[in-house]
C-alpha cells in the first residue's frame, strides 16, 4: 500500500539508520515531508535526509533527546517552524541492554525505560495537541513481538518491559483519540534482519525484512485505515516462545 500523503509531515525517531530509515524513506515516497530524528549519528542522518530530499519531498535531519521534555519540545518546535506541524508521528527509537537483570546497572535500566518508553509518552504528548487541532493525525509505535507472546528473558529486563508498557499506551491513547481524527497503532518487529545468516529457529527461514515492517506502518498512515486504532500488527513470521 502506498498512502496519499502530499502536503503530510512525517517525524520518525531514530530514523539515521536500520528500520527507521526504512520508515523516513517509505513516507517520502508516499509524498511525506518528512524529519530525520538522531541523536548521535550525525552523517548518517543527514544522508537519509538528503536521501529523501531526491525523493522530491522537504526533508530536515534533527538531533535530540527523546527522555528530556525540553529537548523533545525543542525537536517539534523546529520541525513545525520548517516543515509544519506533525501529522505522522513514529515512535521508532529505542536501546536495550542484553545483560542478566541482576548485572544491569540502575542508570542502564533507567536509561533503556526512559528511551523505550517515556520518549514514546513524551512525542506522543508534544504531537497530539496539534494532530487534534487539525482533526488529523497517525501515531504509529514500535514494539516487540515478544512482549506480547510471553516471553522471558533474564537478559532483556528492562527492554521487554518497556517494551509491554508501549503496546499499553497504544491501547489507551487510542481510547483517549476516538473523537480526534487521530489513530494510535503499534508494529511490533520479533527480529529484523541484519545479515544474510540465519539460525535453525528464524521463522519461514529468514528473518524480518525492512519492507515486512514498513508495510504494516504504511497501511496504518492510510486514509483506510481511518477506523483502525489501538492495534498491533506484530510482524515475526509467525514465531512462538516455545520455537526457541
Known sequence: MDPDLDGRVALVTGSAKGLGRAFALALADCGADVCVHYNTSDDAAAETADDAREKGVAAMAASADVTDPADV??????????????????????????????????????????????????CAKRALPGMRDR????????????????????????????????LMFTRMLAADTQDDGVTVNAVSPYVVESSDEFPEEAPRGRWARYEDVVAPLLFFCSEEAAYVSGENVEVDGGWLPEDV
Open 73 to 122: 519540545d525543542g525537536l517539534f518546535d523546529r520541525v513545525e517552524s520548517r516543515l509544519g506541524g506533525v501529522d505522522v508521528l513514529v515512535n521508532n527509537v529505542g536501546n536495550f541492554a542484553p545483560t542478566h537483570w541482576e548485572d544491569i546497572e540502575w542508570s542502564r535500566w533507567q536509561t533503556v525505560v526512559e528511551t523505550n518508553y517515556y520518549g514514546t509518552v513524551l
Open 135 to 166: 482533526e488529523w493525525g497517525r501515531v504509529v509505535n514500535v514494539g516487540y513481538a515478544s512482549a506480547e507472546k510471553g516471553l522471558v528473558s533474564p537478559k532483556n529486563f528492562p527492554y521487554f518491559a518497556a517494551k509491554n508498557s508501549v
